[in-house]
């Protein structure tokens, strides 16, 4: 991909939005790796190994899940795996950022439910290679990011229990 069109991609997605415009150039013609993918592809399964986070620059993908249980009519069966859909992410979206910064397994797979998805793809080793300023923008941008993850399950997780609370209450 050329960088003029990656710069493109980038300019309106909110993890570059506190970088220079030299510094959005200087990403755009890094050594990052501009990845497309066609629809039903998977980016990474579960379990795969990782070192690297991704920013969704086109299209959408699916985070699934291997559940072990099924559970139907009040019954929980663990004979067979089965996939489960726990998010969806679109365009400006990272994923991948916890292996990137423990270098644990990946804990769900990514996979492209549009037509295509063109992901970037920062490793480790391409946020060494760039100058500190830049370095620094990165990990503040993965800070805001986790913080916003946090404090999106921390809403759901009040929701459900104030959910759960009242359906307790006696008539």
Do not use: C, W
Not at 66 to 71: G, I, K, N, Y
Not at 123 to 142: A, E, F, R
Not at 144 to 162: F, G, H, I
């Amino acid at each position: 991909m050329e960088s003029e069109h990656i710069l493109k991609f980038i300019e309106n997605i909110r993890f570059f939005k506190s970088f220079s415009e030299g510094e959005k150039r200087k990403l755009a013609g890094s050594k990052a790796t501009f990845r497309q993918f066609e629809k039903d592809s998977d980016i990474f399964k579960e379990g795969d190994s990782g070192t690297s986070l991704f920013v969704v620059l086109v299209g959408n993908i699916s985070l699934i899940k291997l559940s072990e249980a099924d559970v139907e009519e009040g019954r929980v069966s663990l004979k067979s795996s089965r996939e489960r859909n726990v998010g969806e992410l679109g365009v400006g979206a990272v994923f991948g950022e916890i292996s990137l910064l423990t270098g644990r397994r990946r804990s769900v797979t990514a996979r492209v439910v549009s037509t295509k998805v063109v992901v970037m793809e920062i490793t480790n080793k391409l946020i060494d290679s760039l100058i500190p300023s830049i370095q620094t923008k990165i990990h503040k941008q993965l800070l805001l990011e986790l913080v916003n993850v946090l404090d999106d399950m921390d809403t759901r997780y009040l929701k459900l229990r104030n959910e759960l609370d009242l359906s307790k209450q006696p008539d």
